[in-house]
């Protein structure tokens, strides 16, 4: 590590809030104030999808432990999973508060993957 700076992404319109990279290094999620999520390429630095669907500012981005899916996590209250390849929403979970962490850990359950926001140590299980 040299501290070098490597590349810079650009493709967001607004400030980006939050940032995650894949279990596997090769690719990058990042999250912005754009209420767009964007899946980049770690190595070629190229811009590989982009997911729209959240009515407020993103503020946590994270990957499945397969690599197969990212979660999202906003201000408008709504935890959206999208499976990367098809661009198209898994799972949508609304909430009564805000999305206010930064981090989305998944969970295994039942031989799916769900995105688990926590807050106070609380939490909570849901249908699948």
Do not use: C, E, Y
Not at 97 to 103: A, D, E, G, W, Y
Not at 109 to 114: E, F, H, S
């Amino acid at each position: 590590m040299t501290g070098k700076l490597l590349r810079t992404l650009r493709g967001h319109r607004a400030k980006v809030t939050s940032v995650a990279f894949s279990g596997d290094g090769k690719s990058m999620v990042s999250g912005a104030q754009d209420m767009t999520a964007k899946v980049w390429d770690v190595a070629t630095g190229k811009l590989r999808a982009t997911f729209t669907g959240h009515a407020n500012v993103i503020n946590a981005v994270a990957f499945s432990p397969d690599n197969k899916a990212i979660a999202t996590g906003s201000f408008d209250n709504a935890v959206i999973i999208w499976d990367i390849n098809t661009r198209k929403v898994r799972l949508t979970i609304v909430t009564a508060i805000r999305v206010l962490s930064r981090r989305l850990p998944f969970r295994r359950m039942a031989k799916r993957w769900l995105a688990v926001q926590t807050r106070w140590q609380s939490r909570q299980r849901l249908p699948m």
